[in-house]
């Protein structure tokens, strides 16, 4: 397939083209596999077609950006504007006359394979909240079965046995049989430890969803990772799936929800369910049927549970009070009694 020299009479004008050439950009034509030209991606190939996008120049300020289309030898114009920073962006060190300067560049579709320490992977708040909430509901729920082997952690990369699996880093991940689970880690190693994931759960991103929902999935499969989760709050009710790895096809299978709605998780020992208003997870113990509290309503059974410690601590003050008046006086009434009866016998001697 012939490249496309990606000239402004085939692509459109110099706004279509994002911005100016610099003079140190190489265009595709220099080179058959040039496939980035000022640190943005130029060429894609994915399921045996190639799509071209429009090069870009000043990776500081990108502003907006086109995609093209590929059918067959020739590129068709520009149809619609895509944010470059859609997968996000990571600060690389670029060597000046002046001395390096850090310049912001795009992540593209393969960086999100293999994530590097300090890349910019943009959510919204609710992404955020999730894997906050789960994350730290998980951790207690474990610590209170005495699992103190057992390490949850967040975007953490994981380096697995098979180095030909992509080392990404999963929303949530629980991993037993760990040695120090508080020790920092940069990354979690696989062949070091002598352990891995055996849980996995993602939160659906409106600029990832094809990645959470399609590759991921396929890279934890190939990983061995027991279960895998998926949690899409993009809509209302958010929406909720399960799968598990069967030992005798290696592949996912669906966990059907029972009639309550919920998920049944084996490695966690919980059920996972949407709650009634469309827009809370839900975890119960699988034993007890406990369901796990969150952040706010820890803090109101905490603020709860002091307050009834206050006011029982409060009665039983009031009480010893009441019982410390009464016995004196009890103490008064019988001093009287007892001045009462020697007065009397006093009176009794004197008359006779």
């Known amino acids: 397939m012939a490249i496309s020299s990606g000239r402004p009479s085939q692509l459109g004008d110099d706004h279509a083209m994002g911005g100016r050439r610099s003079a140190g950009c190489r265009t595709a034509e220099s080179r058959h596999r040039q496939t980035r030209v000022c640190g943005w991606p130029l060429v894609r190939r994915s399921r045996g077609r190639t799509w071209y996008a429009v090069a870009m120049v000043d990776p500081i300020h990108p502003g907006p950006r086109f995609e093209a289309r590929s059918t067959g030898d020739r590129v068709v ?3 619609r504007e895509v944010d470059p920073l859609r997968w996000g962006s990571r600060f690389v060190e670029v060597r000046t006359r002046n001395g390096p300067v850090y310049r912001e560049v795009p992540l593209t579709w393969e960086d999100l394979f293999d994530p590097q320490e300090g890349d910019l992977m ?7 909240q999730i894997i906050r909430v789960v994350g730290t509901m998980l951790q207690h729920h474990l610590e209170s079965q005495g699992r103190t082997d057992v390490l949850v952690c967040d975007d953490v990369k ?5 180095p030909s699996v992509p080392r990404v880093g999963p929303d949530i991940a629980v991993i037993p049989d760990v040695e120090d689970p508080q020790r920092p880690r940069d990354s979690f190693d696989e062949r070091k430890e002598g352990t891995g994931p055996v849980f996995v759960l993602e939160v659906i991103s409106k600029s990832t969803s094809s990645f959470d929902y399609g590759e991921k999935p396929g890279i934890y499969r190939k990983a061995g990772v027991g279960e895998c989760f998926i949690v899409d709050p993009r809509e209302r009710p958010w929406k909720l799936e399960g799968r598990r790895l069967s030992q005798e096809t290696r592949r996912y299978r669906k966990i059907l929800p029972d009639q309550r709605g ?6 966690t020992g919980l059920y996972f369910s949407i709650a009634a208003d469309g827009e ?11 369901r796990l509290r969150n952040f706010s309503e820890e803090a109101t059974a905490r603020k709860a549970a002091e307050l009834d410690a206050s006011r029982e601590a409060a009665a039983r003050r009031e009480e010893a009070a009441a019982r410390r008046e009464a016995e004196r006086r009890a ?11 020697a007065r009397l016998g006093r009176q009794n001697d004197e008359r006779h």
């Open 280 to 290: 809370r997870l839900i975890l119960e113990d699988a034993v007890t049927d406990e």
């Open 158 to 162: 994981m380096l697995w046995k098979d």
């Open 331 to 341: 103490e008064q009434a019988e001093r009287r009694a007892a001045e009462l009866e």
């Open 77 to 79: 114009a520009p149809t």
């Open 122 to 128: 943009v959510h919204g708040t609710l992404h955020g």
């Open 262 to 267: 919920r998920v049944f998780s084996k490695t």
